[in-house]
């Protein structure tokens, strides 16, 4: 997933000055990535959030939130931000514990 910040970009693509968008992407995950988020610069918004885990999911992965590809910091679903500060997120995906456990009794 990655955020993406584009100054005089509106709702629906008019331009305004001080708005932005966010947009995700599944970072090799499947089903498909949140939609576009737009917001005012200057105010805190949340992240999207997976309603369903099956919404966005990666085989024998666990989702832990959105990354910020650039610092590494990782950041919860809904987590309210201030989009100055993010230039891109990503999807994070960690192997499960079941199959770390497989792998490891595999070995």
């Known amino acids: 997933m990655e955020l993406e910040l584009r100054e005089g970009v509106g709702v629906g693509g008019f331009g305004a000055a001080g708005a932005g968008t966010i947009t995700y992407s599944k970072n090799d995950g499947e089903g498909k990535a949140p939609a576009h988020q737009y917001f005012q610069m200057g105010q805190a918004v949340p992240l999207a959030s997976l309603a369903y885990p099956r919404d966005l999911f990666k085989l024998d992965h666990t989702f832990d939130g959105w990354v910020d590809s650039d610092t590494g910091r990782l950041y919860k679903q809904g987590e309210m931000v201030s989009p100055e500060t993010i230039v891109r ?14 792998d490891e009794n595999v070995n």
């Open 89 to 102: 997120l990503k999807a994070k995906f960690t192997l499960s514990e079941q199959q770390e456990e497989a």
